[in-house]
């Protein structure tokens, strides 16, 4: 039986007692206590060098747009309403240390309580506080040119977190030391002090840092903080150190920016065309520009990105570079509501800006609204126009990042090979090492029947003679020494001959999304003075020069883009549902024709059988009477004569002139010109037709005289957006579509500038002269097979050949038990027609239902459908 719980608590606690009553008559023995770390930092010695005579102050261009200071106090705090509270906001000092030991405080004044919509959106309260380089990212943690401590008690460095501090909450002040004195065994460390004591060991400055000057630095969100440079502490470190206020002037330098000449700041609107240098350019001008802020979607998509904000598939996965979507965690970043709070604020804030948006700055109704967010006199408006050929500096740095985007893909696939070699080594190894223990064991397994035998061999007092062994158990095997592999750089990366004359990078990503350059790029235009620019600049190509460049660009667009938002017209449906009409009467007179031809087959082969009956009993009969050989004379009679009839009523199909013909559904003894055609022909004769009113519907819809027509890199969406179905050169048995249109080139064609044209005029009566081209080609096509060209061949799929399956009448039967087909009237078919009615009856007038469109039964044929031919493009 179990113990119960408490008995087992007091024997525990009686063995204890009993184990501890020696120890109890022993001295009680002190305990070492474990020793603080010496502190190695001592007073500040006296100094009588010169001190900096510059405050130290935060200077707009190395704030965020979202930190607000006070005017005096050097009290800091962030925007806080809709998308931007996510963001940490970033001030860095105007005065660095380059040497000797210097530290400020910070003091967190409160954390602001932002209600969350979701647990995981990263709104939460933090402050960073440490040292960075000039120009480096205002976001503390972010990058490799900087190092902090944080507020929840981590060490930050490059994105990464590389020891522990200590947490600190409201009314605490994080003082931060930089020991860049060499006399110092602290040397090149940063320490945190909290509230006046150690809060964490010395932390050596990451070799990224060292020997550079360094300028004290605080981020934060969600908070409200007070910077202390000096000269007096508000929280006394247990040693006296001085504070950067107090630096001495030659371990220090000082980030000045130039004032403007005429007390304006620039706003600079770079105008470039889509994927020509427009971010590479504007990378070059930052770099050359410290001063500028840029404001564009780029630059808050890289904020987020060191705020540390969670993006589905990463931050490197843009849709565009001009205005990528969000795909952000949080509801209230993916709502534009930052930029809205950015071009809000950036008025307000007296600093240079570049404003890169590639389609606005392109379009005059979007540049007037980007201009007047800068409405204040304090600011000088600039077009800088970056079109054209350009210069030989900007040719160089693209061939340089040219380079070096082909060298990263070479360095990857040779790290992939590496890999796949060293995998198959290590398999390779594995089997070796199996092989070895497999020998081994077989090796062993003979030796212990030697024994055996040897053993049995020597109570029988009989000898056993010695078996040679195989030299591979004689030998001992030798261990292989293992090849050091030899380290083998990657090769290096060249730029052929096409390469060095590229201008631009070409990306993956390109500048807009293929929607958004469709449906903008021909309103795209150069700015003008007219429109509120103080001033226009051009980088590359001059005046009218830059001009004729954008028409050019704009027409070559104009035939190489697709127009992602093109509906077909009236028109199209209109004719597409003709056409369809066509071809379903165009099988129901095929299906009826063929039931007749069957009709009359049966009944010559019954005539024939009777015939031969008739014979065999005139045979048989040796003698017969007078009248019964007149009666079959007489029936033999009747058959030669119904014979003659039948051959009256035939034709010389093979003979026939096919563009001769006036009524493709009769060319004679009611013969339809179509009789011969397969599924394959079908598929062609529509093939035929797609094409031809897809090239006219197009220049219809689209309404513009420079759209020459459909390129072919887009003839597949374009027939999809027409046709509700997809086209693929693989349906057809080619590997292209240019391949495709020569399928047909006696209806469409492609011009030199690889755009699909029609030979056919866009309005026609009927459409007889697409099955008259079907037949001609067929024909053709026969006689080639027939010569021994197998390339003549269609090889059609499934997919081109679906909906081409003729369909027979269906059959009705009636009170007299004969059957009829539908679509049969007493004296002949009857088509349900459309369109213009040819006769005037009781089913004519104005759109009856007795319009013949193919010529049959009237001889009245359209333009296509009498005698034709060429006349220039066109037949």
Not at 770 to 779: I, T
Request: glycine content about 6%; hydrophobic content about 35%; aromatic content about 8%.
């Amino acid at each position: 039986m179990a113990e119960p719980a408490e008995k087992r608590q007091k024997t525990g606690e009686g063995e204890q007692a009993e184990e501890k009553k020696p120890d109890a008559e022993m001295k009680d023995a002190e305990v070492p206590k474990v020793s603080e770390p010496k502190e190695l930092e001592v007073d500040a010695p006296a100094c009588s060098k010169p001190r900096i005579k510059e405050p130290m102050v935060f200077l707009t261009p190395d704030t965020t747009l979202n930190l607000m200071q006070s005017a005096q106090g050097n009290v800091l705090m962030s925007m806080n309403e809709g998308g931007i509270r996510h963001f940490f906001a970033g001030a860095r000092a105007n005065v660095g240390v380059s040497k000797g030991r210097y530290m400020f405080e910070v003091k967190i004044v409160e954390f602001v309580n932002v209600a969350e919509a979701n647990h995981q959106s990263h709104a939460s309260n933090a402050v960073r506080v440490g040292f960075s380089t000039q120009g480096s990212s205002l976001v503390l943690g972010s990058g490799a040119e900087n190092i902090c401590f944080d507020s929840a008690g981590a060490i930050l460095h490059n994105d990464a977190h590389i020891g522990a501090g200590a947490e600190c909450g409201r009314d605490s002040i994080m003082t931060v030391l930089l020991n860049l004195d060499k006399d110092s065994p602290n040397f090149n460390t940063i320490s945190l002090f909290k509230d006046g004591q150690r809060a964490c060991q010395p932390q050596p400055l990451p070799d990224s840092l060292k020997g550079k000057t360094l300028f004290p630095h605080v981020s934060f969100k969600n908070a409200t903080v007070h910077v202390n440079f000096g000269a007096v502490p508000l929280a006394p470190l247990p040693f006296t150190c001085r504070m950067v206020q107090d630096a001495t002037k030659v371990d220090t330098s000082a980030t000045k920016y130039d004032a403007p000449a005429d007390g304006k700041h620039e706003v600079v609107y770079p105008v470039s065309l889509p994927d020509e240098g427009t971010f590479d350019w504007l990378d070059t001008f930052l770099e050359k520009n410290k001063s500028y802020t840029e404001l564009s979607d780029r630059a808050i998509l890289n904020w987020a990105s060191q705020s540390g904000l969670w993006r589905q598939k990463g931050h490197s996965v843009k849709s565009c570079n001009d205005r990528p979507d969000k795909n952000f965690q949080a509801p209230e970043l993916n709502d534009d509501s930052v930029r809205k709070a950015v071009y809000s604020i950036a008025p307000l804030q007296a600093r240079n800006y570049i404003v890169m948006e590639v389609k606005g700055n392109l379009m005059e109704d979007e540049r007037k609204l980007l201009l007047d967010r800068f409405r204040s006199p304090a600011f000088k408006k600039i077009a800088c126009v970056v079109v054209g050929e350009p210069t030989v500096e900007f040719k160089k740095h693209s061939q340089k990042l040219i380079l070096q985007q082909k060298q990263e893909a070479s360095d990857k696939q040779f790290n992939a090979k590496k890999l796949e070699e060293k995998r198959k080594k290590i398999i390779e190894q594995k089997q070796k090492e199996m092989e070895k223990l497999k020998k081994k064991a077989e090796k062993e397994k003979k030796q212990k029947e030697r024994e055996a035998k040897k053993k049995a061999a020597e109570e029988k007092g009989e000898k056993l003679e010695e078996e040679d062994e195989e030299k591979e158990d004689e030998e001992e095997e030798k261990e292989e020494a293992e090849e050091e592999e030899k380290e083998e750089e990657p090769p290096k990366a060249e730029l052929t001959a096409e390469e060095k004359k590229m201008s631009f990078v070409k990306r993956d990503t390109k500048d807009l999304t293929p929607v958004v350059m469709s449906a903008s790029f021909t309103k795209f235009t150069l700015p003008t003075k007219d429109e509120g620019f103080d001033d226009i600049k051009y980088e590359w190509t001059k005046g009218a020069k830059c001009d004729e460049y954008v028409k050019k660009w704009i027409l070559e667009r104009k035939l190489s883009m697709r127009i992602e938002d093109l509906q077909p017209s009236t028109w199209f449906n209109q004719q597409w549902a003709k056409w369809q009409m066509a071809v379903k009467a165009w099988q129901s007179k095929l299906a009826e024709y063929k039931t007749v031809v069957a009709k009359k087959a049966a009944a010559k082969a019954a005539k024939e059988a009777k015939k031969a009956a008739a014979a065999k009993k005139a045979a048989e009969k040796k003698e017969g009477d007078e009248k019964e050989e007149k009666k079959e004379d007489t029936e033999a009679m009747e058959v030669e004569e119904e014979e003659k009839e039948e051959e009256e009523e035939s034709i010389d199909f093979e003979a026939l002139d096919v563009f001769g013909v006036d009524d493709i559904l009769n060319v004679g003894a009611e013969t339809p010109l179509f009789k011969e055609y397969q599924m394959e022909d079908w598929a062609m004769l529509s093939l035929r037709f797609e094409l031809h009113i897809l090239a006219h519907a197009f220049r219809k819809d689209v309404n513009d005289p420079e759209r020459m027509g459909i390129h072919l890199d887009h003839l597949a969406f374009y027939y999809n957006r027409y046709f509700k179905k997809a086209l693929s050169p693989k349906d057809y048995g080619v590997e292209s579509f240019k391949e495709i249109v020569d399928l047909v080139d006696d209806a469409v064609y492609v011009t030199p500038r690889s755009v699909l044209g029609s030979l056919l005029d866009g309005e026609m009566e009927t459409f007889a002269i697409f099955p008259k081209l079907a037949e001609e080609a067929r024909r053709h096509r026969g006689l080639r097979l027939a010569l021994g060209e197998e390339s003549a061949q269609l090889k059609l799929s499934g997919a081109a050949l679906q909906g081409q399956r003729q369909s027979a009448p269906k059959k009705q039967w009636g009170n007299a038990g004969n059957w009829q087909s539908t679509g049969y009237q007493q004296g002949g078919y009857k088509q349900q027609g459309y369109g213009k009615a040819q006769q005037q009856g009781k089913d004519g007038g104005k759109g009856g239902q007795s319009y013949q469109p193919y010529g049959w039964g009237g001889n009245k044929g359209g333009k296509s459908s009498g005698r034709g031919g060429w006349s220039g493009n066109k037949w």
